[in-house]
């Protein structure tokens, strides 16, 4: 039976809590002996590295979704205002037709609401 795609991630996060702990023992080996705490550091270092690891994947997906969701408004805020420009230039064309300014009236009315929508959804 082949290995699952969810043991080999385990593995990942074991080696990756391995390594921080390591780390943080090492570090704590440097504290001067006369410091009592020191002993105590070198028992809660795995600990501390399980919730560093976590801390750490917790603080990635928080603003990989924040920087995800601004650039996402602030491309769409870009596309929509370039949008309403051209529409905007259009309407003062002097041999437009009644009909076509509002039809644009119209188009610039949706993209304003679209445009305030995905502010909303991105304040959510």
């Known amino acids: 039976m082949p290995p699952s795609k969810f043991k080999i991630s385990l593995n990942d996060e074991s080696k990756?809590?391995?390594?921080?702990t390591t780390f943080l023992s090492a570090v704590i080996q440097k504290v001067p002996p006369e410091i009592g705490?020191?002993?105590?550091?070198?028992?809660?270092?795995?600990?501390?590295g399980y919730f560093l690891y976590h801390l750490g994947l917790s603080c990635k997906n928080f603003f990989t979704t924040h920087i995800k969701s601004e650039f996402s408004l602030w491309?769409?805020?870009?596309?929509?205002?370039?949008y309403i420009k051209e529409f905007n230039e259009e309407r003062l064309n002097p041999n437009i037709s009644q009909e076509?300014?509002?039809?644009?009236?119209?188009?610039?009315?949706?993209?304003?609401?679209?445009l305030n929508q995905k502010r909303l959804n991105t304040l959510k």
């Open 16 to 20: 990756a809590i391995a390594t921080i």
């Open 37 to 48: 705490i020191k002993e105590y550091l070198l028992i809660l270092s795995g600990f501390l």
């Open 100 to 114: 076509r300014v509002a039809e644009i009236d119209a188009e610039l009315k949706n993209y304003r609401d679209l």
């Open 75 to 82: 491309y769409a805020s870009y596309r929509i205002k370039k």
